[in-house]
């Protein structure tokens, strides 16, 4: 009988070609056009679990796309892991900035990911690291390894803000009960410093729209005399941030929770180069909030920034038009204990105080959710903390993430389980992006980490 790992590297070019299958459905949640494909999808994880030997295997219907839910029982007395993940993935614009088509992968080398990296739309976010869970369940089951009962639960709306999955954990508080909820949506500091992440920040999605004259105007005729939508919207974006970047909404840090000066010592104690950063990006300096640095920014402090902006002739050439709408989409990113509802009204009463006369304007709140700090002293932390130490040779940092993910602080409130942010992407693996990719380095390390998290973990709960 072989040993999982060994059912692993042997399989590893079948694990790759079922990813590429994977990765050819585009299963964007966003786009009602794609629905038949975000159905697709669905239908290829129920069919992998099947295979791989769930059972009890459902793809469930909701309001909105479907969840598709498998489990192996293995024995009552022995721990439940319980694995969440998403098989929708964001659309692929502007796709003239792909170096390949986004649902076409490809295998293409580069300095990070020397020994190749699969470029696909979700290779990373989500679908990559969803596989690695299934074909790990699967060298488990295949070599009678399997230590603990497992669940899987895994959703097709995380990017358009799980909006559905409320009321689907409320209504199957039975079916997904578990120990703990092992997620792989997240990162790695770098490939040869492996981490965990133990805290995410909320977030908080709005779209505004600016309305000025009642049809698009020659700017000849009536520029400056009627007010410009686009120009309004820019200046009123603008005004959001003073100039030490501080976001000026009324109220909007006042439930921010401090951090104490020792653990912002250790938090910039993880490997970090802001010549490396600032060269990977291409650009001549960073910029952010005053008085923190990079890694303070990105992780424990909240943000406002602008996702998207429209309005007047972007064709090619030139038209002379004073537009008679502006619209623009903004995020926040929030840290604890911001919540999410209370900062969308706060962003809307400040938005429509700022605008003047000239124009009208709407505030239309999309998705949130809030953000989520995980202990590191428990049975389920450790576990992630020894199966990272066998695979990479060395402990992993604990590191809070820039990223939202809204199911944490969900399953916590709603079926009262705690979760560990295992990931094996990098932040450079352009998640949302152009271009995003996963190394077969990850892909393959996380498969190897997975079955040593099953076994630390049934050791530790006895």
Known sequence: MKTVQEYLQNN?????????????????????????????????????????????????PTKGHPVVFGEKMVDPSLPTIMVYGHYDVQPADPLNLWDSPPFEPVIRQTDIHPEGAVF???????????????KA?????????LPCNVKFMIEGEEEVGSANLSSFLENNKSKLSADVILISDTSLIANDIPSITVGLRGLSYVEVAV????????????????????????????????DNNHVTIPGFYEAVLPVSLEDRQKMNEAPFSLEDYQADLKIDSVHGEAGYTVLERTSIRPTLDVNGIWGGYIGEGAKTVLPSKAFAKISMRLVPNQDPDTIT????????????PAVKVTVTP????????????????????LAMNHTFGKDPIPQRGGGSIPI????EKELGIKSVLMGFGLDSDDIHSPNEHYGLFNYMKGMETIPYYFKYYAELKK
């Open 345 to 356: 009204e706060l962003f809307k009463n400040y938005f429509e105080s700022i605008a003047p």
């Open 408 to 411: 944490v602080a969900l399953f």
């Open 120 to 134: 696909a739309r979700g290779s990373c976010d989500d679908k990559g690291q969803v596989y690695m869970h299934i």
């Open 366 to 385: 999309h998705h949130g959710g809030h953000p989520v700090v995980t202990p590191t002293d428990t049975p389920e932390y450790k576990a992630a903390q």
């Open 12 to 60: 590893k070019e079948r694990f790759v070609s079922e990813l590429f299958d994977f990765l050819r459905i585009p299963s964007v949640s966003a786009n009602p056009d794609n629905d038949a494909d975000v159905a697709s999808a669905a239908s290829f994880v129920a069919e992998k679990l099947k295979s791989a030997g769930a059972d009890n295997v459902e793809v469930i």
């Open 211 to 242: 309305v000025g004259p009642n049809r698009d105007l020659h700017s000849g005729v009536y520029g400056g005399a009627v007010g410009n939508p686009i120009n309004i919207l820019t200046k009123m974006i603008a005004s959001m941030h003073d």
């Open 137 to 145: 369940f699967e060298a488990m089951m295949a070599c009678g390894e």
